[in-house]
């Protein structure tokens, strides 16, 4: 088990959009429950409502009324997301994507992908915002030139294998 400097048990968080990823500190806007067999492990079970807020304001007759402050919804702008690369067996970048949940993402390709079985070899960078790994995804499409790309690879067509 790991420990903290201190020597206490570090506390990991489940991923919300990935399960199989872990943090040392929760996610903003999630709800977490301890896990019944995992020590230290909180997995993700809700994200937090978005409610009015009530104040309670005391009226002049000694009764109380509510004045609602709606909380604003978060955009998906700031939910993070990961780009990804995929590649061959011998190192050659086939299609670089983006998605809030990567795993689910390549399960669509492997379905409908003529290309999946060449895959060997992921990598993933996760970005604070979408906005973010949107243009990190067309910068890397740009400069890296995926096999399988088309948009912001220069070609309105699939290239030919």
Same mark, same amino acid.
């Given at each position: 088990?790991?420990? !903290?400097?201190?020597?206490?048990?570090?506390?990991?968080?489940?991923?919300?959009?990935?399960?199989?990823? @872990?943090?040392?500190?929760?996610?903003?806007?999630?709800?977490?429950?301890?896990?019944?067999?995992?020590?230290?492990?909180? !997995?993700?079970?809700?994200?937090?409502? #978005?409610?009015?807020?009530?104040?309670?304001?005391? #009226?002049?007759?000694? +009764?109380?009324?509510?004045?609602?402050?709606?909380?604003?919804?978060?955009?998906?702008?700031?939910?993070? #997301?990961?780009?990804?690369?995929?590649?061959?067996?011998?190192?050659? $970048? $086939?299609?670089?994507?983006?998605?809030?949940?990567?795993?689910?993402? *390549?399960?669509?390709? =492997?379905?409908?992908?003529? *290309?999946?079985?060449?895959?060997?070899? $992921?990598?993933?960078? *996760?970005?604070? @915002?979408?906005?973010?790994?949107?243009?990190?995804? =067309?910068?890397?499409? +740009?400069?890296?030139?995926?096999?399988?790309?088309?948009?912001?690879?220069? #070609?309105?067509?699939?290239?030919?294998?």
């Amino acid at each position: 088990m790991f420990r !903290t400097s201190d020597g206490g048990p570090i506390q990991m968080y489940e991923d919300p959009y990935d399960p199989i990823v @872990s943090y040392s500190s929760p996610m903003a806007g999630w709800l977490y429950a301890r896990h019944p067999k995992i020590p230290d492990y909180w !997995t993700a079970v809700a994200e937090e409502p #978005t409610r009015d807020r009530a104040e309670e304001t005391e #009226t002049g007759q000694g +009764r109380r009324s509510k004045k609602t402050n709606r909380k604003a919804r978060v955009s998906d702008d700031s939910v993070r #997301t990961a780009l990804y690369r995929i590649r061959n067996a011998d190192g050659e $970048l $086939l299609y670089v994507g983006i998605s809030a949940k990567p795993p689910q993402r *390549w399960g669509q390709h =492997a379905a409908d992908k003529d *290309w999946w079985p060449e895959v060997a070899g $992921l990598s993933i960078e *996760w970005f604070d @915002s979408k906005t973010e790994a949107l243009a990190m995804e =067309a910068r890397a499409i +740009r400069t890296e030139r995926p096999r399988h790309n088309i948009q912001h690879n220069g #070609t309105d067509v699939p290239p030919k294998v």
